[in-house]
């Protein structure tokens, strides 16, 4: 019985093994082999968790075609996401973890500024690229380090305001704007450079006010706005705080036309702020609606494909976490394969190395350079406003 037994126990531990080697040789070339990590450091919960789930959608489409590509030399990328909950001192203990144990070789952020912002001094210290899809402060890629491991595939905060003032100029002939501003590292941004492109325009302005982001009357700010005698107002905020704002005019009665940065994007603004959220336009860098590209489109029917509950373009919202994220996973592979390692110093000279890319957004030229971190201009932005749902492009 005992060497029934033990025969019945080996041929037992011969068909797992043979299965489990079966298994193995069926694995393709990049399967078997050891993963590239890539970590995202976002906000996956909370008022911001719409654009961490757009961020790592688009991380996720990109990751499954360079992988049904070959993966990257020869090895398959593989995401390690933590939630920051918006919270920068959250965001660099899961930025220390992700490099000192996850092992990633590269770090993509989310949506806030400040967690950015705190993120980027490990990056630079601990020598791992660094790539903002969505983050827009100024001083994310223009930090002054002299050894500069952080890019991104974003808006910046700078040539944004830039946009605001000649859009408000344009199209509704403000003469003197004000702005009310998230009392932030983003919002600080913003006043730096609303008042350098007013500045740079020729423009009076009627005041720049601030608001905490739980503030949810900003009818004293917009009050005072109002009696200086501003004819439009740029907003800079979040999802919440912007509808807030956008209902705080409405108690006022106050029709003034109002541009803002590409914040009130991030979630469901529209039913947030009620009917006047149609009135605010917002910078963006890429939207689905009205866009017949080829790769519009197959990225669409990828994400329809992989994601069943999105029925119409109301459900891909907010597009531009999408997008830049997409196009910056595509761009760190094509750094990677450039470096031909993934070791922190060369990886972030293959940046450098990038050849063309036809991305998402736009077909890219030598994204990167050494004094160049950001690869989207100003004519990458369009103008944008929510109609039923959907995020509909207002300019190009």
């Given at each position: 019985m005992?060497?029934?037994?033990?025969?019945?126990g080996?041929?037992t531990?011969?068909?797992?093994?043979?299965?489990?080697?079966?298994?193995?040789?069926s694995?393709?070339?990049?399967?078997a082999?050891?993963?590239?990590?890539?970590g995202?450091?976002?906000?996956?919960s909370?008022?911001?968790?719409?654009?961490g789930?757009?961020?790592s959608?688009?991380?996720?489409?990109?990751?499954?075609?360079?992988?049904r590509g070959?993966?990257?030399?020869?090895?398959?990328?593989e995401?390690v996401?933590?939630?920051d909950?918006?919270?920068?001192?959250?965001?660099?203990?899961?930025?220390?973890?992700?490099?000192?144990?996850?092992g990633?070789?590269?770090?993509?952020?989310?949506?806030?500024?400040?967690v950015?912002?705190?993120?980027?001094?490990?990056a630079?210290?601990?020598?791992?690229?660094?790539?903002?899809?969505?983050a827009?402060?100024?001083g994310?890629?223009?930090?002054?380090a002299?050894?500069?491991?952080?890019?991104?595939?974003?808006?910046?905060d700078?040539?944004?305001d830039?946009?605001?003032?000649?859009?408000?100029?344009?199209?509704y002939?403000?003469?003197?704007?004000?702005?009310?501003l998230?009392?932030?590292a983003?919002?600080?941004?913003?006043?730096q450079?609303?008042?350098?492109?007013?500045?740079a325009?020729?423009?009076?302005?009627?005041?720049?006010?601030?608001?905490?982001?739980?503030?949810?009357?900003?009818?004293?700010?917009?009050?005072?706005?109002?009696?200086?005698?501003?004819?439009?107002?740029?907003?800079?905020?979040n999802?919440?705080?912007?509808?807030?704002?956008?209902?705080?005019?409405?108690?006022?009665g106050?029709?003034?036309?109002?541009?803002?940065?590409?914040?009130?994007?991030?979630?469901r603004?529209?039913?947030?702020?009620?009917?006047?959220?149609?009135?605010?336009?917002?910078?963006?860098?890429?939207?689905?609606?009205?866009?017949?590209?080829?790769?519009?489109?197959?990225?669409?029917?990828?994400?329809?494909?992989k994601?069943p509950?999105?029925k119409?373009?109301?459900?891909?919202?907010?597009?531009v976490?999408?997008?830049?994220?997409?196009?910056?996973?595509?761009?760190?592979?094509?750094?990677?394969q450039?470096?031909?390692?993934?070791?922190?110093?060369?990886?972030?000279?293959?940046?450098?190395?990038?050849p063309?890319?036809?991305?998402?957004?736009?077909?890219?030229?030598?994204?990167?350079?050494?004094?160049?971190?950001?690869?989207?201009?100003?004519?990458?932005?369009?103008f944008?406003?929510f109609?039923?749902?959907?995020?509909?492009?207002?300019?190009?």
């Amino acid at each position: 019985m005992l060497h029934r037994l033990n025969a019945a126990g080996s041929l037992t531990r011969r068909l797992v093994l043979g299965t489990l080697l079966a298994g193995f040789a069926s694995l393709t070339p990049v399967q078997a082999a050891e993963p590239i990590r890539i970590g995202l450091v976002t906000a996956l919960s909370g008022q911001s968790a719409k654009s961490g789930e757009a961020i790592s959608r688009g991380i996720g489409l990109a990751m499954e075609e360079i992988n049904r590509g070959g993966g990257v030399l020869g090895r398959p990328l593989e995401l390690v996401a933590r939630d920051d909950e918006a919270n920068p001192s959250k965001g660099v203990l899961a930025a220390r973890e992700l490099i000192q144990r996850a092992g990633v070789v590269a770090l993509i952020g989310g949506l806030d500024t400040p967690v950015s912002m705190a993120i980027v001094p490990i990056a630079n210290q601990m020598k791992v690229p660094f790539v903002g899809p969505w983050a827009a402060g100024t001083g994310i890629t223009r930090n002054g380090a002299a050894d500069n491991y952080v890019f991104r595939v974003s808006a910046v905060d700078a040539l944004v305001d830039e946009a605001l003032v000649a859009y408000a100029v344009k199209t509704y002939g403000a003469k003197k704007p004000g702005a009310i501003l998230v009392n932030n590292a983003w919002g600080e941004s913003n006043q730096q450079g609303i008042v350098a492109a007013l500045k740079a325009a020729g423009l009076p302005s009627a005041g720049i006010e601030k608001y905490e982001a739980n503030d949810i009357d900003m009818v004293p700010q917009l009050s005072r706005l109002r009696e200086a005698g501003a004819d439009a107002l740029f907003l800079v905020g979040n999802v919440g705080p912007s509808a807030q704002v956008v209902k705080s005019l409405d108690r006022m009665g106050w029709t003034v036309p109002v541009i803002s940065h590409w914040g009130p994007a991030g979630g469901r603004f529209d039913e947030l702020a009620g009917p006047g959220a149609a009135r605010v336009h917002f910078v963006q860098t890429f939207t689905f609606a009205g866009n017949d590209s080829p790769k519009a489109k197959a990225v669409l029917d990828a994400l329809k494909a992989k994601y069943p509950a999105i029925k119409s373009m109301a459900d891909v919202t907010p597009a531009v976490g999408i997008a830049n994220a997409y196009d910056a996973t595509h761009l760190i592979a094509l750094a990677i394969q450039a470096a031909g390692a993934t070791e922190g110093p060369k990886l972030r000279d293959g940046f450098y190395k990038i050849p063309a890319y036809a991305g998402l957004i736009k077909t890219y030229e030598a994204p990167f350079a050494p004094d160049r971190h950001d690869a989207l201009k100003p004519d990458d932005y369009i103008f944008a406003s929510f109609r039923n749902g959907e995020i509909v492009a207002v300019s190009k």
